[in-house]
């Protein structure tokens, strides 16, 4: 993947190709070189393809403490980097970090858990609604979860129920060697009251008992 992307391909999954940046966001620490409050090593060069970035900065995640983590990854979600690999997904993008008890209790030895590319295709397909910065939403559902439901000896479903807005489902699954973290399913849950209780009673039944 060249990181080369159109600007249909971005309004195509909900991004704004013309939208202005905040103030500030590409500042650099002069005595590093890297993103203000992040250290030598993590910058990378303005002109770098989307792969580029991702990849040679996702796997240092996981070195970082929580906080630093957390907010980089939201910075990478809230800005066009996300939506130029939404609009053509290539390996795996960051998207949420767990808590290591979290992580443990599937067997994870990471807490960083990522959208490959096959699901990105897959939640354009089964969740258009979801618009690519709706995303950046997903470490909520993790942080503030209302339910934490261990579905499988390797998989977690969290939910979060809030007054007011539909509330969001984000699922995560480690793979059976626990190298690998990645988000299964990120959805809205259903408006429709009726609808709502039955895909969390749905849910529950799931639990690992």
């Not at 600007?7 to 905040?22: C, F, H, M, N, W």
Request: charged share 25%.
């Amino acid at each position: 993947m060249s990181g080369t992307v159109s600007e249909a391909g971005i309004k195509r999954v909900g991004g704004d190709p013309g939208k202005a940046l905040p103030e500030g966001w590409q500042e650099t620490d002069p005595k590093t070189g890297a993103p203000v409050g992040i250290s030598k090593g993590w910058d990378y060069a303005p002109g770098a393809s989307v792969a580029a970035v991702v990849t040679t900065l996702s796997g240092k995640l996981g070195a970082l403490p929580e906080r630093p983590s957390v907010d980089l990854i939201q910075s990478w979600l809230r800005a066009p980097l996300f939506a130029e690999w939404m609009a053509a997904p290539s390996d795996a993008f960051p998207l949420v970090r767990i808590a290591a008890l979290d992580a443990e209790r599937i067997g994870a030895s990471k807490t960083v858990a990522v959208l490959s590319a096959e699901t990105a295709a897959k939640q354009l397909r089964e969740h258009p609604e979801l618009s690519v910065f709706e995303y950046a939403d997903a470490q909520r559902v993790v942080d503030l979860a209302t339910q934490v439901i261990q579905d499988t000896p390797l998989s977690l479903i969290y939910i979060l129920e809030e007054t007011g807005t539909p509330g969001h489902i984000l699922i995560v699954k480690a793979t059976r060697t626990g190298n690998g973290l990645f988000v299964k399913s990120f959805r809205r849950i259903s408006g429709d009251a009726a609808e709502r209780a039955r895909l969390l009673r749905q849910f529950i039944r799931r639990s690992v008992k």
